[in-house]
């Protein structure tokens, strides 16, 4: 069933058509259902090429959820939904992967780092065109630790904000990014087993995890700058992040990430983030 969103807006199913909001996009976006059913999708031997190319897209989502959950801190700095962009560009890793079978190929960002490297969280204010003298960085895998180096900001000369604010916050995370493989097998055997026939018997379900569960207890180390007023700008920052908790063996990538937010002040020592509005991207890979 349909339902009118305020004066104008209609979200919901209404005459064989979908009537819904995406980020990022203005206005109602309209579309229409087609395809085949999920049962068809999942049984008819004919559409195992689309069930291969699915399960891949599952392996590229899982890895961009852990990209997303280092990078947690920035999100609300987001003006468009980078799911799926961030996804995509994980292609890039998966084709790498040239000993499994279209289908279970595996997901290591930790070959290819690089493709995801300045992925940025914005469509119309980019960071560097906000903050616009170079971020310095450095990056250990044998410490764990990043250091980045923030220039002095100073307004209209390297700093260049929204009118509309009136306070400015730098914020930066550091974390990592575990391969994933299928079912968290690491031994290359993903491939269709002997007498299997490809369209009939290779689809079992599987899901794309890390090498080690111990992945999913290494916390996400995150910076927070004071709270600056625009008008005034920022002193230099250097600061050096360090993992609490070590990766259990060399299957993984560590992300470290920047942005700006804009602060509302709700009182004389209270500064409310506001939401959904800054600049951030992926400042590094290594």
């Known amino acids: ?54 399960a891949e897209f599952s392996g590229r989502s899982t890895a961009g959820k852990w990209i997303r959950k280092v990078i947690h801190a920035q999100l609300p700095m987001a003006d468009y939904n980078i799911s799926g962009p961030l996804a995509s560009s994980l292609k890039a890793v998966q084709v790498l992967d040239t000993e499994s079978n279209l289908g279970k190929r595996t997901v290591k960002l930790s070959v290819n780092p690089i493709v995801i490297k300045g992925f940025p969280l914005n469509k119309k204010a980019l960071f560097d065109s906000v903050v616009r003298s170079p971020v310095e960085f450095s990056i250990s895998r044998e410490t764990g ?19 509309n604010y009136a306070m400015f916050q730098l ?10 493989y299928p079912d968290g097998k690491k031994d290359l055997s993903h491939r269709i087993t002997a007498g299997a026939v490809a369209k009939d018997g290779f ?9 080690h569960k111990a992945y999913d207890n290494i916390p996400v180390e995150v910076f927070r700058s004071d709270w600056y007023p625009i008008v005034k700008g920022a002193p230099a920052i250097d600061k050096e992040l360090t993992l609490q908790v070590f990766p259990p063996d ?13 602060g509302i002040m709700e009182s ?9 509005v800054g600049s951030a991207k992926i400042l590094g890979v290594g």
């Open 145 to 163: 630790s990043a250091r980045v180096q923030i220039p002095a900001l100073m307004p209209a000369i390297n700093l260049f904000t929204p009118d």
């Open 250 to 262: 060399i299957d993984f990538s560590l992300v470290l990430s920047i942005g700006i937010c804009y």
């Open 268 to 276: 004389a020592d209270y500064v409310r983030q506001a939401p959904y």
């Open 203 to 211: 689809f079992e379900k599987i899901k794309y995890l890390p090498s």
């Open 171 to 180: 914020v930066v995370a550091w974390g990592v990014v575990p391969d994933l």
């Open 1 to 54: 069933m349909a339902k009118l969103k305020g004066p104008h807006g209609l979200e919901g199913k209404l005459g064989g058509l979908s009537y819904y909001k995406m980020r990022g996009v203005e206005g109602i976006v309209v579309r229409e259902p087609g395809g085949p059913s999920k049962y068809k999708v999942q049984n008819d031997p004919q559409l195992h090429m689309l069930r291969r190319n699915n």
